[in-house]
């Protein structure tokens, strides 16, 4: 009689998800599947809003990464009004998203992830925590608080408020940065700079331990997506798309995010919330991707910073080339720490940084937009169609958490597998499953806060539904 | 070594946080209250407005005399806003989404072995539609918290720095 394990909710992610695990006969895993049980509708309510109140309104999609849809509404603002923005306005907005980058993924890794490497994965959960953390590595946890603290006041420098500045406007941004602040902000560079190269070190030190999982944790190969320079440079603002396989041959190069359409697909499952977008010509499910950290550190060529191109090398020789073990997700987002700290110090330094021309001033002059950055989880498309008096008609957001869907339903089978092997139900394997989600650091967006814990259930139940073992924590 | 904040003094500010989604009707109530507070511009009154409570704030939160938290309050009773001394520091998980003021408490004390004294004001909240104007009952909550706020903190500011560190 075929089984199926539910885990709900995954805690420690950003929103609210589970995985339910099929069984067959023989007690080994016949599928497995990351649902999404979050409806948010952003882009229904949209439709008959000024395109001006966008970037606000899209920012509240999510209370960790608003910075993103700010900067991507922005730029979909921007292709509207036809206009190239000012310099400075366009240094300013990529100060703004080293800022989001850096304190996403400090919350990713010191507060969410590093629970489970530091302490174990096989440690007691009630001590796998932050709390835990802070008992056996203060110091660390410390820092990562501190670098979380640095990409926020970034941001609220810039945007007057941490989370949810309306700060980037279609046309370009509202206010530069006070030089008071912007010495503050050099001033903490030294301290961002040795936290995160601590981190990396730790961090390092670790990966012989996690040999198994660096294997298993959605380690097979598939697309990488996102954003490159002119000349191949890890890119976070602008550029243009570049696919490479899991070889890292380059498949598609050059191309135009805003022709999204024409090289992504989007298809939908019934029993996810979450679409899954897919290289078009490779069809579904087979033009699987990956977008975030691991894509952007396959697709590059260097960083064009010192500190951070040393460590890609490191990270290159450690990984064999170009990395298809998602476990990897963590190291890269460390060395991207490491990159946005060094590209924000390079642009304190730069004196356009203080025009005054900040904004072009324009009305609606294109009906359709598309705006593109990298969010710290990838590649974040916002597509809008406005009528001539610039109120929306069509909005398209594709987001980066949902870019990875097909990637994680496939990591969380291939550890399901690995681990699952009769009718028992492994402790290892349900640590491990939930990490190795984790490692991806999906955003699912709660819209408002709840008071209280994010508790892990799992049910086992029978082909006929019937429950036969529940485990709450 | 990251720093630690300065040891709390009289001169530490006394810090308000109002949390909320602001655009989520009566949710946005706390970070509403906060915002009226910080208009009144008292020195020494740190005021923080925020979506949410994050890790980092736990940073802030070590450096102050007094911390009082507004909230929202779904299902909260007749009361037109409830105030209750924070004593337990609940070990709850502070990620991206949580908003248990305990848990931040519970944060600074273990990152920086610092807990000033902390209160929990929320106000009751029936409306959370996306766009939603505030209730009648959360804008009477928030008109009457703000009195009351006024009163506390002015006997804050003139109290003794009470350290639990």
């Known amino acids: 009689m075929g089984q199926r394990i539910v885990i709900d909710p995954v805690s420690r992610i950003e929103g609210h998800a589970k995985i339910s695990i099929e069984l067959d006969d023989a007690g080994e895993v016949r599928d497995a599947r990351f649902h999404i049980t979050e409806f948010r509708g952003f882009e229904a309510f949209c439709v008959g809003r000024p395109l001006w109140e966008m970037p606000g309104i899209t920012s509240r999609i999510c209370g960790i990464c608003p910075v993103s849809h700010l900067l991507a509404s922005a730029k979909a603002g921007d292709q509207i009004l036809a206009v190239a923005i000012p310099p400075a306005a366009a240094k300013l907005r990529r100060l703004m998203n080293l800022g989001q980058i850096i304190q996403s993924h400090a919350l990713s890794f010191f507060h969410l992830s590093a629970p489970d490497l530091l302490l174990g994965l096989d440690s007691d959960p009630a001590r796998r925590n932050l709390f835990g953390l802070i008992a056996a590595e203060p110091e660390l946890a410390r820092g990562g608080i501190r670098l979380r603290q640095f990409g926020q006041e970034l941001i609220a420098a810039l945007g007057g408020r941490k989370i949810h500045p309306a700060w980037a406007v279609p046309g370009g941004v509202r206010a530069g940065l006070h030089p008071e602040q912007r010495r503050e902000l050099q001033a903490r560079i030294p301290e961002a700079t040795a936290i995160a190269r601590d981190a990396l070190e730790r961090f390092k030190a670790l990966l012989a331990q996690y040999d198994e999982e660096s294997r298993v944790f959605g380690n097979f190969p598939t697309m990488f997506l996102g954003l490159v320079g002119a000349d191949g440079e890890w890119e976070h603002y602008d550029g243009s798309i570049r696919i490479v396989d899991g070889a890292g041959a380059i498949v598609a190069d050059g191309l135009d995010p805003a022709s999204y359409q024409t090289f992504i697909g989007e298809a939908v499952e019934p029993w996810s919330y979450l679409k899954f977008p897919y290289y078009l010509p490779a069809g579904y499910p087979n033009g699987v991707y990956r977008v975030g950290p691991l894509a952007r550190l396959n697709l590059c060529t260097h960083f064009g910073t010192p500190l951070a191109d040393a460590e890609l090398r490191e990270y290159r020789q450690r990984g064999g080339g170009t990395v298809n073990g998602s476990f990897f997700y963590h190291y890269a987002r460390l060395i991207e720490i490491l990159a946005a700290i060094e590209r924000i110090a390079q642009l304190l330094d730069d004196p356009e940084l203080g025009a005054t021309r900040l904004r072009a001033e324009a009305g609606i002059n294109r009906l359709e937009g598309v705006g593109v950055s990298e969010a710290p989880r990838g590649t974040l498309f916002h597509h809008y169609r406005v009528d001539e008096h610039g109120l929306i008609t069509y909005v398209n957001l594709l987001i980066a958490t949902g870019q990875n869907n097909l990637a994680m339903n496939r990591a969380v089978a291939q550890i399901a597998r690995h681990y699952i092997h009769g009718p028992q139900i492994p402790e290892a394997m349900l640590n491990r499953v939930e990490a190795g989600i984790r490692a991806f650091d999906p955003c699912l967006s709660c819209s408002t806060h709840a008071a209280g814990t994010m508790p892990l259930h799992i049910t086992l139940h029978a082909a006929d539904g019937t429950v036969l073992d529940e485990v709450l924590r | ?165």
Do not use: K
């Not at chain 2, 630690?4 to 006394?14: G, K, L, Q, V, W």
């Not at chain 2, 909240?125 to 009477?140: D, K, N, V």
């Open chain 2, 1 to 165: 070594m990251s720093p630690r904040p300065e040891p709390t003094s009289r001169f530490a500010p006394i810090l308000v946080i109002g949390y909320g989604n602001e655009q989520r009707g009566d949710d946005a109530v706390g970070a509403l209250v906060a915002r009226a507070v910080a208009t009144w511009e008292l020195p020494d009154v740190q005021v923080i407005s925020v979506h949410q409570l994050t890790p980092e704030l736990a940073h802030t939160l070590a450096e102050a005399r007094a911390v009082l938290f507004i909230d929202a309050a779904c299902c909260a009773g007749e009361a037109d806003f409830t105030v209750q001394a924070i004593t337990g520091l609940a070990g709850h998980e502070v990620g991206g989404h949580g908003g248990d003021p305990r848990a931040l408490l519970a944060l600074a004390d273990a990152l920086y072995q610092r807990r000033p004294p902390a209160w929990w004001l929320t106000i009751p909240a029936e409306r959370f539609a996306f766009g939603a104007e505030l209730s009648p009952t959360a804008c009477r909550g928030m008109l009457l918290s703000l009195r009351f706020l006024r009163d506390l903190i002015h006997s804050l500011r003139s109290e003794p720095c009470t350290r639990s560190d």
